[in-house]
Every structure is written in structure tokens, then in C-alpha cells.
T-cell receptor
Framework: GAGVSQSPSNKVTEKGKDVELRCDPISGHTALYWYRQSLGQGLEFLIYFQGNSAPDKSGLPSDRFSAERTGGSVSTLTIQRTQQEDSAVYLC????????????????FGPGTRLLVL | KNQVEQSPQSLIILEGKNCTLQCNYTVSPFSNLRWYKQDTGRGPVSLTIMTFSENTKSNGRYTATLDADTKQSSLHITASQLSDSASYICVLRGNQGGKLIFGQGTELSVKP
């Protein structure tokens, strides 16, 4: 596709269940980011993948959150033992890479996955 | 205190009018400053990007300015349209690492 895609678009789950959110970045983009956007809040950085480098996990709020990126393309964000405070929109973005100037590093966002934990 | 503060939190204007959104930041130094537009239920879309040495950047009816002395940026929207109704987010990239620092956004509503 032409843009970043995410699935599912909406997810309702019970407290304590595990969820997996998927992101398909734009083909050729080496950088991939996960963000969380809670109602009325700004975007919160979660994790950043760049090529084959070790990911920057500094934004993950707890060890219940993890993410992987297979083959340098598709990424999965996993939330274990979900809590009600995990309810938010989870946004994925990709870019050509962080270096080389503003064109290369411009991030393109997916539509997000709306997660509701009951 | 947030590193990127936006004001106002929300704004209602009539179609055809101009408006200016503000962004105050404490991140210094920084690599670049961006303004994103986020329609309801969609991901953010980049409007403008300025390096620390640039003062202004335009994209159609959107004009962003940057004052490094006062650490302020503004987004001016000219001749607003109903489709301008969205959240506008100010974002800074610090000089270190790949993370962006997001403001909380200004919710703009353009009424007919």
C-alpha cells in the first residue's frame, strides 16, 4: 500500500488479557516508531526501530509492553496483562531514517489502533 | 513542566477567518521543529518542518514561524476552511537520538 497501515483498527479486550497490535510501514522505510495517544493527551513515544540497530525502548511504560520488528518491516506491539489505563490510540509511524535531513526523517503515521480495556 | 507547550488548548473560528496557534518550547538545542495536522480518527500528517536556523516556512495557507530567541513557534492559518478543523501538534526533535517531543496539540474547530 501507499501508506502505513495498522491492524486492527479497533480492539476491545478484558482487563488481564494480552493484545497484539500490528504495523506495516511504508516499503523502504528503515525507521519505525510506536506512539500512544490517550484521550486529551499528546503523543507519547514508546519505542523506535532503526534498521538492524538495537531498538530504543526507553518510552515503554512497563515490562508488560514489548515490540518486535521482523525482517526490518512489519512490527508488532504486544501488551501483556492489559490494564484499563492502557486504553488509548496506538499510532505507528515510519520514515526513511533519522539522519540525512528533514525529508528523509519525516514520519508518516498510520491511522492507529484504538484499544479499549474493559 | 512539558518541554513543548501549546496554546490555546482549543479554538473556534468562523470559516474564512485567520488564526494563529502558539508553541513554546524549552528543548535546546534542537534539530528541527514541525507542525502536524491530525484529523479526528486519523494519524498526524506533517505540515511544515523548520530547522533551528529557519524563521518561516509556508505550505499553502499554512505559515509557520520560529523565533529561537524567545523559543516560540507559531502556525498561522489564512482564510480558514471547514476542513481545517483538526488538532494541530507542535513537535521538536532534539539534537540527540531519534525521538520526537510532542506538544499536546491545539484543537481547532472551523464553523460555517
Amino acid at each position: 500500500g501507499a501508506g502505513v497501515s495498522q491492524s486492527p483498527s479497533n480492539k476491545v479486550t478484558e482487563k488481564g488479557k494480552d493484545v497484539e497490535l500490528r504495523c506495516d510501514p511504508i516499503s523502504g522505510h528503515t525507521a519505525l516508531y510506536w506512539y500512544r495517544q490517550s484521550l486529551g493527551q499528546g503523543l507519547e513515544f514508546l519505542i523506535y526501530f532503526q534498521g538492524n540497530s538495537a531498538p530504543d525502548k526507553s518510552g515503554l511504560p512497563s515490562d508488560r509492553f514489548s515490540a518486535e520488528r521482523t525482517g526490518g518491516s512489519v512490527s508488532t506491539l504486544t501488551i501483556q496483562r492489559t490494564q484499563q489505563e492502557d486504553s488509548a490510540v496506538y499510532l505507528c509511524a515510519s520514515s526513511f531514517g533519522p539522519a540525512g535531513g528533514p525529508v528523509q526523517e519525516t514520519q508518516y503515521f498510520g491511522p492507529g489502533t484504538r484499544l479499549l480495556v474493559l | 513542566k512539558n518541554q513543548v507547550e501549546q496554546s490555546p488548548q482549543s479554538l473556534i473560528i468562523l470559516e474564512g477567518k485567520n488564526c494563529t496557534l502558539q508553541c513554546n518550547y524549552t528543548v535546546s538545542p534542537f534539530s528541527n521543529l514541525r507542525w502536524y495536522k491530525q484529523d479526528t480518527g486519523r494519524g498526524p500528517v506533517s505540515l511544515t518542518i523548520m530547522t533551528f536556523s529557519e524563521n518561516t516556512k509556508s505550505n499553502g495557507r499554512y505559515t509557520a514561524t520560529l523565533d529561537a530567541d524567545t523559543k516560540q513557534s507559531s502556525l498561522h492559518i489564512t482564510a480558514s476552511q471547514l476542513s481545517d478543523s483538526a488538532s494541530y501538534i507542535c513537535v521538536l526533535r532534539g539534537n540527540q537520538g531519534g525521538k520526537l517531543i510532542f506538544g499536546q496539540g491545539t484543537e481547532l474547530s472551523v464553523k460555517p
